[in-house]
């Protein structure tokens, strides 16, 4: 499972990437403006920032919403960095764009994806990442994991390539039951990722340890 982290805080960015498990970094205009980054010139050098600091694929949102739009601000985004994958909105011109940009060897991210359907489509278009947003799933009563678990099925049965990316995860238990309906990656806030790692007789377990090799020194 690849891990990338959803954020812009490049603080954030760095710890992970420290860390040594972070595959990407996934953004989006919200992000963005969390973190007072706001303005076309500053979003574009934040993107590259964010380049600079990891190894992996980092999601670059166009904010256009028709095609010609989203073809020129993609493009431009593509241009950057060769880490930047285009997000693009599950939207009809956005069905279209994933599929000009897939015939130009541009990668992307669909976002905004809440069903089934809209995964399919996506995969049709030939995007790279499919973005289903689990925890606003959750906000409003649906079971979010579901939805990663019904789109996997699908993604099997035709042996599309395209990859399920969790989005709008909220915690750690999220990441572990994504990880277990075979999600490909994980995007969430580093303290979903670093709860991953505290367990109490861990704890426990080392101060123990510790305490035992003392006694002879
Ligand atoms: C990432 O690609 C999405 O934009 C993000 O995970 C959405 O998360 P949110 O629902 O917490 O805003």
């Known amino acids: 499972m ?3 982290i959803d954020t812009a805080n490049l603080d954030q960015i760095k710890d992970a990437q420290e860390l040594g498990i972070l595959d990407g970094v996934t953004t989006n205009p ?11 010139n500053n979003i574009l050098k934040h993107y590259v920032d964010i380049c600079n600091i990891v190894e992996g694929d ?26 930047i994958v285009v997000k693009v909105p599950m939207i009809r011109d956005g069905v279209k764009a994933l599929k ?22 996506a995969a049709k278009a030939g995007a790279t990442y499919v973005s ?30 395209t990859q ?11 990441i572990i039951d994504c990880a ?8 969430g806030p580093l303290s979903a990722i670093e709860g991953l790692l505290k367990h109490p007789l861990t704890d426990i377990g080392l101060e123990k340890f510790l305490a035992d090799y003392n006694k002879g020194n």
């Open 2 to 4: 690849k891990f990338f």
């Open 30 to 40: 919200s992000l963005m403006a969390k973190e007072g980054i706001t303005g076309k």
């Open 58 to 83: 980092v999601s670059a949102e166009v904010i256009a919403t028709d095609l010609q739009g989203m073809i020129r601000e993609g493009e431009a985004l593509a241009d950057l960095h060769p880490q």
């Open 100 to 121: 000009y940009f897939a015939d130009k060897g541009i990668r992307t991210n669909c976002t905004l994806v809440f069903s089934p359907g809209q995964a399919l489509l």
């Open 132 to 161: 289903p947003f689990i925890g606003r799933l959750d906000d409003v009563s649906s079971n979010g994991v579901h939805l990663i678990s019904e789109i996997r099925h699908i993604y099997d049965n035709y042996g599309y390539e």
């Open 164 to 174: 399920i990316l969790a989005a709008s995860i909220r915690h750690t238990m999220h």
């Open 180 to 187: 277990k309906v075979g999600a490909d990656v994980m995007t």
